[in-house]
Protein backbone atom coordinates (compact mmCIF):
# COMPACT_ATOMS: atom_id res chain seq x y z
CA UNK A 1 0.00 0.00 0.00
CA UNK A 2 1.19 3.33 -1.16
CA UNK A 3 2.17 6.14 1.71
CA UNK A 4 -0.51 8.10 0.68
CA UNK A 5 -3.36 5.52 0.81
CA UNK A 6 -2.63 5.31 4.97
CA UNK A 7 -3.10 8.95 5.42
CA UNK A 8 -6.87 9.22 4.16
CA UNK A 9 -8.34 5.85 5.82
CA UNK A 10 -8.77 4.74 9.11
CA UNK A 11 -6.83 1.25 10.34
CA UNK A 12 -10.12 -0.54 10.01
CA UNK A 13 -10.68 0.20 5.72
CA UNK A 14 -6.99 -0.05 4.63
CA UNK A 15 -7.40 -3.28 3.21
CA UNK A 16 -10.02 -1.43 1.11
CA UNK A 17 -7.34 1.40 -0.02
CA UNK A 18 -6.73 1.13 -4.09
CA UNK A 19 -3.05 -0.13 -4.73
CA UNK A 20 -2.92 3.48 -7.30
CA UNK A 21 1.13 5.11 -7.57
CA UNK A 22 1.00 8.65 -8.25
CA UNK A 23 4.18 11.03 -9.16
CA UNK A 24 8.24 10.44 -9.54
CA UNK A 25 9.71 7.84 -7.69
CA UNK A 26 12.48 9.34 -4.80
CA UNK A 27 14.75 7.69 -2.97
CA UNK A 28 15.15 10.84 -0.81
CA UNK A 29 13.16 9.15 2.16
CA UNK A 30 14.78 6.06 2.98
CA UNK A 31 15.06 4.94 6.85
CA UNK A 32 17.88 6.09 9.47
CA UNK A 33 18.75 2.42 9.25
CA UNK A 34 19.25 2.82 5.89
CA UNK A 35 21.42 5.89 6.03
CA UNK A 36 23.69 4.01 8.65
CA UNK A 37 24.21 1.18 6.56
CA UNK A 38 25.64 3.47 3.32
CA UNK A 39 28.02 5.10 6.04
CA UNK A 40 29.64 2.06 6.85
CA UNK A 41 29.91 1.07 3.72
CA UNK A 42 32.11 3.75 2.97
CA UNK A 43 34.13 2.74 5.79
CA UNK A 44 34.31 -0.78 5.09
CA UNK A 45 35.46 -0.21 1.62
CA UNK A 46 37.97 2.71 2.78
CA UNK A 47 39.31 -0.60 5.20
CA UNK A 48 39.76 -2.87 2.09
CA UNK A 49 37.00 -5.00 3.64
CA UNK A 50 34.74 -5.01 0.04
CA UNK A 51 32.48 -8.29 0.78
CA UNK A 52 31.00 -6.21 3.86
CA UNK A 53 30.99 -2.64 1.88
CA UNK A 54 28.95 -3.91 -1.01
CA UNK A 55 26.70 -6.11 1.03
CA UNK A 56 26.08 -2.69 3.27
CA UNK A 57 25.87 -0.70 -0.38
CA UNK A 58 22.69 -3.14 -1.26
CA UNK A 59 21.15 -2.73 2.05
CA UNK A 60 21.24 0.75 0.87
CA UNK A 61 20.10 0.74 -2.41
CA UNK A 62 17.21 -1.69 -1.53
CA UNK A 63 13.34 -0.79 -0.36
CA UNK A 64 11.74 -3.87 0.83
CA UNK A 65 7.87 -2.02 -0.86
CA UNK A 66 9.57 -1.91 -3.64
CA UNK A 67 11.39 -5.42 -4.21
CA UNK A 68 13.90 -3.41 -6.29
CA UNK A 69 17.72 -5.16 -5.56
CA UNK A 70 18.40 -8.75 -5.17
CA UNK A 71 22.03 -9.74 -4.13
CA UNK A 72 24.01 -13.08 -3.67
CA UNK A 73 27.23 -14.28 -3.46
CA UNK A 74 29.06 -17.22 -5.23
CA UNK A 75 32.47 -18.30 -5.39
CA UNK A 76 33.80 -14.88 -4.51
CA UNK A 77 31.78 -12.89 -6.59
CA UNK A 78 28.93 -10.84 -5.86
CA UNK A 79 25.97 -10.98 -8.26
CA UNK A 80 22.82 -8.43 -8.50
CA UNK A 81 19.84 -7.16 -9.95
CA UNK A 82 18.58 -3.98 -9.68
CA UNK A 83 14.66 -2.75 -11.38
CA UNK A 84 14.58 0.67 -12.50
CA UNK A 85 10.90 1.28 -14.25
CA UNK A 86 10.87 -1.34 -17.56
CA UNK A 87 14.82 -2.52 -16.89
CA UNK A 88 16.65 -4.43 -15.07
CA UNK A 89 20.34 -4.24 -14.17
CA UNK A 90 22.07 -7.23 -13.70
CA UNK A 91 25.73 -7.43 -12.72
CA UNK A 92 28.46 -9.09 -10.75
CA UNK A 93 31.56 -7.67 -8.56
CA UNK A 94 34.74 -10.28 -8.33
CA UNK A 95 38.01 -9.24 -6.37
CA UNK A 96 39.27 -7.05 -9.44
CA UNK A 97 36.20 -6.26 -11.63
CA UNK A 98 32.91 -4.73 -11.09
CA UNK A 99 30.53 -4.94 -14.08
CA UNK A 100 26.59 -3.90 -14.55
CA UNK A 101 24.83 -3.83 -18.16
CA UNK A 102 20.95 -2.98 -18.53
CA UNK A 103 19.69 -4.71 -21.85
CA UNK A 104 17.66 -2.15 -23.84
CA UNK A 105 16.18 -3.82 -26.60
CA UNK A 106 17.20 -6.50 -29.26
CA UNK A 107 17.50 -5.77 -32.59
CA UNK A 108 16.12 -7.64 -35.90
CA UNK A 109 18.79 -5.89 -37.75
CA UNK A 110 21.40 -3.23 -37.25
CA UNK A 111 20.04 0.43 -38.33
CA UNK A 112 21.93 2.61 -39.22
CA UNK A 113 19.41 5.42 -37.41
CA UNK A 114 19.91 3.69 -33.99
CA UNK A 115 23.46 2.82 -34.04
CA UNK A 116 23.80 6.56 -34.61
CA UNK A 117 21.92 7.68 -31.78
CA UNK A 118 23.53 5.87 -29.68
CA UNK A 119 27.09 7.13 -30.19
CA UNK A 120 25.51 10.36 -29.70
CA UNK A 121 24.00 9.68 -26.53
CA UNK A 122 27.39 8.29 -25.54
CA UNK A 123 28.97 11.64 -25.20
CA UNK A 124 26.31 12.41 -22.61
CA UNK A 125 27.32 9.57 -20.01
CA UNK A 126 30.02 9.77 -17.52
CA UNK A 127 30.01 6.33 -16.33
CA UNK A 128 28.37 3.88 -18.91
CA UNK A 129 28.21 3.75 -22.76
CA UNK A 130 25.54 2.12 -25.05
CA UNK A 131 27.06 -1.05 -26.88
CA UNK A 132 25.70 -3.68 -29.05
CA UNK A 133 26.05 -7.42 -27.08
CA UNK A 134 26.89 -10.84 -28.58
CA UNK A 135 23.48 -11.09 -29.78
CA UNK A 136 23.26 -7.81 -30.91
CA UNK A 137 21.28 -6.50 -28.24
CA UNK A 138 21.21 -3.05 -27.85
CA UNK A 139 23.19 -2.85 -24.28
CA UNK A 140 24.17 0.14 -21.26
CA UNK A 141 27.12 -0.67 -19.56
CA UNK A 142 29.65 -0.16 -17.22
CA UNK A 143 32.50 -1.78 -15.40
CA UNK A 144 35.28 -0.93 -13.56
CA UNK A 145 38.29 -1.82 -11.29
CA UNK A 146 37.36 -2.90 -7.60
CA UNK A 147 39.65 -0.54 -6.02
CA UNK A 148 38.06 2.29 -8.02
CA UNK A 149 34.12 1.60 -7.44
CA UNK A 150 34.13 2.93 -3.90
CA UNK A 151 30.30 3.19 -3.07
CA UNK A 152 30.13 6.69 -4.46
CA UNK A 153 30.83 5.98 -7.64
CA UNK A 154 29.16 2.90 -7.85
CA UNK A 155 25.62 4.50 -7.02
CA UNK A 156 26.49 7.54 -9.46
CA UNK A 157 27.30 4.61 -12.50
CA UNK A 158 24.46 2.27 -11.51
CA UNK A 159 21.81 5.44 -11.19
CA UNK A 160 23.22 6.87 -14.76
CA UNK A 161 22.97 3.59 -16.38
CA UNK A 162 19.58 2.61 -14.74
CA UNK A 163 17.84 5.90 -15.25
CA UNK A 164 19.20 6.25 -19.19
CA UNK A 165 18.11 2.37 -19.65
CA UNK A 166 14.63 3.00 -18.58
CA UNK A 167 14.05 6.05 -20.11
CA UNK A 168 15.64 5.04 -24.16
CA UNK A 169 14.02 1.44 -24.07
CA UNK A 170 10.39 2.98 -24.68
CA UNK A 171 11.33 6.10 -26.85
CA UNK A 172 13.60 3.57 -28.97
CA UNK A 173 11.51 1.23 -29.38
CA UNK A 174 8.27 3.03 -30.33
CA UNK A 175 10.48 4.72 -32.86
CA UNK A 176 12.55 1.92 -34.64
CA UNK A 177 10.77 -0.75 -35.84
CA UNK A 178 13.52 -3.22 -35.93
CA UNK A 179 13.97 -2.87 -32.42
CA UNK A 180 11.84 -5.08 -29.59
CA UNK A 181 11.03 -5.16 -25.99
CA UNK A 182 13.25 -7.25 -23.81
CA UNK A 183 13.68 -7.69 -20.28
CA UNK A 184 10.58 -6.53 -19.33
CA UNK A 185 9.01 -9.68 -17.15
CA UNK A 186 9.30 -7.79 -14.26
CA UNK A 187 6.78 -5.50 -14.87
CA UNK A 188 3.23 -5.29 -13.24
CA UNK A 189 -0.06 -4.73 -15.12
CA UNK A 190 -2.57 -2.12 -14.24
CA UNK A 191 -6.06 -2.82 -14.25
CA UNK A 192 -8.08 -1.75 -17.71
CA UNK A 193 -10.46 0.07 -15.02
CA UNK A 194 -7.75 2.62 -13.78
CA UNK A 195 -5.96 2.74 -17.70
CA UNK A 196 -9.48 3.89 -18.96
CA UNK A 197 -10.12 6.61 -16.15
CA UNK A 198 -6.55 7.96 -16.58
CA UNK A 199 -6.70 8.44 -20.25
CA UNK A 200 -10.50 9.78 -19.56
CA UNK A 201 -8.58 12.10 -17.57
CA UNK A 202 -6.16 13.02 -19.71
CA UNK A 203 -8.74 14.20 -22.57
CA UNK A 204 -10.65 15.69 -19.99
CA UNK A 205 -7.93 18.22 -18.36
CA UNK A 206 -6.51 18.99 -22.39
CA UNK A 207 -9.78 19.69 -23.34
CA UNK A 208 -10.60 21.87 -19.81
CA UNK A 209 -7.40 23.39 -20.20
CA UNK A 210 -7.96 24.57 -24.11
CA UNK A 211 -11.41 25.70 -23.56
CA UNK A 212 -9.98 27.94 -20.61
CA UNK A 213 -7.43 29.29 -22.68
CA UNK A 214 -9.73 29.83 -25.66
CA UNK A 215 -12.70 31.83 -23.74
CA UNK A 216 -10.50 33.83 -21.30
CA UNK A 217 -10.46 36.33 -24.38
CA UNK A 218 -7.04 36.93 -23.48
CA UNK A 219 -4.41 38.60 -25.69
CA UNK A 220 -2.31 35.82 -26.35
CA UNK A 221 0.73 38.00 -27.11
CA UNK A 222 0.01 40.42 -23.76
CA UNK A 223 -0.80 37.84 -21.33
CA UNK A 224 1.67 34.88 -22.78
CA UNK A 225 2.58 34.59 -19.16
CA UNK A 226 -0.62 33.69 -18.05
CA UNK A 227 -1.74 31.25 -20.71
CA UNK A 228 2.13 29.42 -20.04
CA UNK A 229 1.12 29.00 -16.19
CA UNK A 230 -2.04 27.48 -17.88
CA UNK A 231 -0.30 25.02 -20.06
CA UNK A 232 2.63 23.96 -17.72
CA UNK A 233 0.04 23.21 -14.56
CA UNK A 234 -1.45 20.91 -17.01
CA UNK A 235 1.70 19.29 -17.55
CA UNK A 236 2.87 18.69 -14.23
CA UNK A 237 -0.62 17.44 -13.69
CA UNK A 238 -0.93 14.93 -15.77
CA UNK A 239 2.59 13.89 -14.89
CA UNK A 240 1.72 13.53 -11.57
CA UNK A 241 -1.95 11.75 -11.33
CA UNK A 242 -1.41 9.71 -14.33
CA UNK A 243 2.34 8.79 -13.97
CA UNK A 244 2.66 7.55 -17.57
CA UNK A 245 5.80 6.63 -19.10
CA UNK A 246 7.36 5.99 -22.86
CA UNK A 247 6.20 8.76 -25.12
CA UNK A 248 3.71 10.59 -22.75
CA UNK A 249 6.24 11.38 -19.93
CA UNK A 250 8.85 12.49 -23.01
CA UNK A 251 6.07 14.88 -24.05
CA UNK A 252 6.24 16.16 -21.08
CA UNK A 253 9.16 16.68 -19.96
CA UNK A 254 9.92 17.98 -23.63
CA UNK A 255 7.70 20.82 -22.90
CA UNK A 256 8.95 21.09 -19.21
CA UNK A 257 12.20 21.84 -21.44
CA UNK A 258 10.43 23.89 -24.08
CA UNK A 259 9.50 26.51 -21.53
CA UNK A 260 12.76 26.71 -19.62
CA UNK A 261 14.78 26.17 -22.50
CA UNK A 262 17.64 28.94 -22.56
CA UNK A 263 16.98 29.92 -26.30
CA UNK A 264 15.67 33.19 -26.71
CA UNK A 265 11.87 32.22 -27.87
CA UNK A 266 9.21 34.50 -26.77
CA UNK A 267 6.62 33.15 -24.16
CA UNK A 268 4.22 33.35 -27.05
CA UNK A 269 6.61 31.14 -29.37
CA UNK A 270 6.75 28.82 -26.68
CA UNK A 271 3.06 28.45 -26.10
CA UNK A 272 2.60 27.81 -29.68
CA UNK A 273 5.24 24.56 -29.57
CA UNK A 274 3.60 23.65 -25.81
CA UNK A 275 0.06 23.64 -27.43
CA UNK A 276 1.41 21.78 -30.45
CA UNK A 277 2.65 18.92 -28.20
CA UNK A 278 -0.55 18.62 -25.68
CA UNK A 279 -2.47 18.44 -29.04
CA UNK A 280 -0.42 15.22 -29.41
CA UNK A 281 -0.79 13.66 -26.05
CA UNK A 282 -4.81 14.66 -26.94
CA UNK A 283 -4.69 12.47 -30.22
CA UNK A 284 -3.30 9.42 -28.40
CA UNK A 285 -5.80 6.50 -29.24
CA UNK A 286 -6.80 5.02 -25.91
CA UNK A 287 -4.66 1.44 -26.66
CA UNK A 288 -1.53 3.52 -27.25
CA UNK A 289 -1.96 4.99 -24.10
CA UNK A 290 -2.64 1.95 -22.22
CA UNK A 291 0.86 0.94 -23.27
CA UNK A 292 2.19 3.43 -21.43
CA UNK A 293 0.88 2.52 -18.30
CA UNK A 294 2.20 0.11 -16.00
CA UNK A 295 3.63 -1.38 -12.41
CA UNK A 296 7.20 -1.23 -11.84
CA UNK A 297 9.74 -0.49 -9.09
CA UNK A 298 12.34 1.75 -8.94
CA UNK A 299 15.69 2.04 -7.05
CA UNK A 300 17.12 5.48 -8.05
CA UNK A 301 14.86 8.83 -8.22
CA UNK A 302 15.36 11.79 -11.18
CA UNK A 303 14.09 14.48 -8.79
CA UNK A 304 16.52 17.08 -6.98
CA UNK A 305 16.09 16.79 -3.22
CA UNK A 306 15.47 20.12 -1.40
CA UNK A 307 14.53 21.84 1.48
CA UNK A 308 11.32 23.30 2.96
CA UNK A 309 12.72 26.97 2.62
CA UNK A 310 13.59 26.43 -1.43
CA UNK A 311 9.81 25.54 -1.38
CA UNK A 312 9.06 28.51 0.44
CA UNK A 313 11.26 30.78 -1.97
CA UNK A 314 9.09 29.26 -5.03
CA UNK A 315 6.17 29.90 -3.48
CA UNK A 316 7.07 33.69 -2.97
CA UNK A 317 8.61 34.12 -6.30
CA UNK A 318 5.43 32.53 -8.20
CA UNK A 319 2.25 33.08 -5.84
CA UNK A 320 1.92 37.23 -6.74
CA UNK A 321 1.15 36.59 -9.88
CA UNK A 322 -1.90 35.33 -9.66
CA UNK A 323 -3.51 38.13 -8.30
CA UNK A 324 -4.09 40.24 -11.47
CA UNK A 325 -6.07 37.48 -12.76
CA UNK A 326 -8.40 36.71 -9.80
CA UNK A 327 -9.25 40.46 -9.79
CA UNK A 328 -10.13 40.46 -13.00
CA UNK A 329 -12.13 37.29 -12.38
CA UNK A 330 -10.09 34.95 -14.39
CA UNK A 331 -10.47 32.94 -12.02
CA UNK A 332 -8.99 29.40 -13.97
CA UNK A 333 -5.84 30.95 -14.65
CA UNK A 334 -6.06 32.50 -11.17
CA UNK A 335 -6.35 28.90 -9.93
CA UNK A 336 -3.13 27.19 -12.64
CA UNK A 337 -0.70 29.50 -10.90
CA UNK A 338 -0.39 28.07 -7.17
CA UNK A 339 -1.32 24.98 -8.49
CA UNK A 340 1.58 25.29 -11.53
CA UNK A 341 3.84 25.63 -8.12
CA UNK A 342 2.54 22.35 -6.47
CA UNK A 343 2.83 20.97 -9.71
CA UNK A 344 6.27 22.40 -10.87
CA UNK A 345 7.53 20.82 -7.46
CA UNK A 346 6.28 17.54 -7.34
CA UNK A 347 7.62 17.51 -11.16
CA UNK A 348 11.26 18.39 -10.32
CA UNK A 349 12.04 18.32 -6.63
CA UNK A 350 11.97 15.42 -3.83
CA UNK A 351 10.46 17.76 -1.02
CA UNK A 352 10.20 16.73 2.93
CA UNK A 353 7.93 14.55 3.53
CA UNK A 354 5.46 16.24 4.96
CA UNK A 355 5.40 19.17 1.95
CA UNK A 356 4.76 15.97 -0.56
CA UNK A 357 2.10 14.78 1.36
CA UNK A 358 0.29 18.13 1.83
CA UNK A 359 0.78 18.98 -1.73
CA UNK A 360 -0.94 15.46 -3.11
CA UNK A 361 -3.53 16.52 -0.57
CA UNK A 362 -4.39 19.30 -2.28
CA UNK A 363 -4.73 17.34 -5.56
CA UNK A 364 -6.71 14.95 -3.64
CA UNK A 365 -8.88 17.56 -2.64
CA UNK A 366 -9.43 19.73 -5.91
CA UNK A 367 -9.64 16.60 -8.69
CA UNK A 368 -12.95 15.00 -6.38
CA UNK A 369 -14.39 13.12 -9.63
CA UNK A 370 -10.91 11.25 -10.30
CA UNK A 371 -9.78 10.14 -6.96
CA UNK A 372 -13.68 8.51 -6.39
CA UNK A 373 -13.46 7.09 -9.53
CA UNK A 374 -9.71 5.48 -8.49
CA UNK A 375 -11.70 4.20 -5.72
CA UNK A 376 -10.60 6.56 -2.69
CA UNK A 377 -12.76 8.60 -0.61
CA UNK A 378 -13.41 11.72 -1.81
CA UNK A 379 -15.44 13.98 0.19
CA UNK A 380 -13.57 17.00 -0.03
CA UNK A 381 -15.29 19.21 -2.53
CA UNK A 382 -18.66 18.73 -3.69
CA UNK A 383 -18.50 19.64 -7.67
CA UNK A 384 -22.57 20.07 -7.61
CA UNK A 385 -22.38 22.22 -4.92
CA UNK A 386 -18.81 23.86 -5.02
CA UNK A 387 -18.56 23.53 -1.50
CA UNK A 388 -15.48 22.29 0.46
CA UNK A 389 -16.30 19.73 3.31
CA UNK A 390 -14.07 21.95 6.00
CA UNK A 391 -14.15 18.89 8.49
CA UNK A 392 -12.96 16.59 5.98
CA UNK A 393 -10.27 18.28 5.10
CA UNK A 394 -9.17 19.25 8.42
CA UNK A 395 -9.13 15.51 9.00
CA UNK A 396 -6.76 14.79 6.59
CA UNK A 397 -4.03 17.55 7.55
CA UNK A 398 -4.32 16.11 11.14
CA UNK A 399 -3.43 12.27 9.98
CA UNK A 400 -0.68 13.92 7.70
CA UNK A 401 0.51 16.06 11.06
CA UNK A 402 0.24 12.85 12.79
CA UNK A 403 1.84 10.45 10.81
CA UNK A 404 5.02 13.11 10.85
CA UNK A 405 5.01 14.07 14.90
CA UNK A 406 8.50 11.91 15.35
CA UNK A 407 10.44 13.39 12.72
CA UNK A 408 8.90 16.91 12.73
CA UNK A 409 7.33 17.84 15.83
CA UNK A 410 6.67 21.47 14.91
CA UNK A 411 5.00 20.83 12.35
CA UNK A 412 1.31 22.45 12.59
CA UNK A 413 -0.66 23.48 9.75
CA UNK A 414 -2.58 26.09 10.80
CA UNK A 415 -6.43 25.77 9.02
CA UNK A 416 -8.15 28.23 10.00
CA UNK A 417 -5.94 30.50 7.27
CA UNK A 418 -7.84 28.81 4.72
CA UNK A 419 -10.02 30.75 2.60
CA UNK A 420 -12.99 28.17 0.91
CA UNK A 421 -14.93 30.85 -0.62
CA UNK A 422 -14.04 29.22 -4.21
CA UNK A 423 -11.13 27.44 -5.47
CA UNK A 424 -8.73 29.83 -6.20
CA UNK A 425 -8.80 31.57 -3.41
CA UNK A 426 -8.26 28.12 -1.50
CA UNK A 427 -5.34 27.05 -3.59
CA UNK A 428 -3.70 30.34 -2.64
CA UNK A 429 -4.42 30.38 1.23
CA UNK A 430 -3.59 26.81 1.03
CA UNK A 431 0.15 27.07 -0.36
CA UNK A 432 0.46 30.44 2.01
CA UNK A 433 -0.50 27.89 4.91
CA UNK A 434 2.46 25.53 4.19
CA UNK A 435 4.92 28.82 3.43
CA UNK A 436 4.59 29.18 7.09
CA UNK A 437 5.09 25.59 8.65
CA UNK A 438 8.11 24.78 10.96
CA UNK A 439 9.75 21.26 9.12
CA UNK A 440 12.40 21.23 11.84
CA UNK A 441 13.73 17.73 12.53
CA UNK A 442 14.16 16.12 15.92
Known amino acids: MNLFSRLF ?6 SEIPKVKFGRFSDTYKSDEKYRAWDESILKFEEGLFDESFDLFFQYLSDESQRNVKWSKEADVIHFEILQG ?18 IATTDSLNIGFLRRMIELNYTLK ?13 LVFDSYLLDGSPYKLYYALKEIAVNADKQDDLLVSEFDMLNPINTGHLGEIPVAEKAIKYQFLKKTIQLLFKTIDESKLSVD ?6 AYTMLNACYKLDYLLKPEGQTMEALERIHRTYFAQDRKSTVEKNVAIRKELIKIQEKTESEFHTELYQSSATFGITSPTNHNQFVSFVDGE ?14 IARSIPEYIIGYCLFNYALPKPDKEMLHLYYQITEPEYFSK ?6 FYDLEEKKFDRKAIKKAVER ?29 TYLLMMRLLDLTKV
Not at 9 to 14: D, P, R
Not at 86 to 103: L, N, P, R, V, Y
Request: no cysteine; net charge positive.
Open 319 to 332: LPNMDWYAENNHHE
Open 127 to 139: YGRYALDSNDSLT
Open 9 to 14: KSSSEI
Open 222 to 227: QYAGGI
Open 400 to 428: IQKVNRAKFPRFQPNISTLDFSSVHQFAK
Open 374 to 379: LGFEST
Open 86 to 103: SKKITGSIDKEIIKAEAK
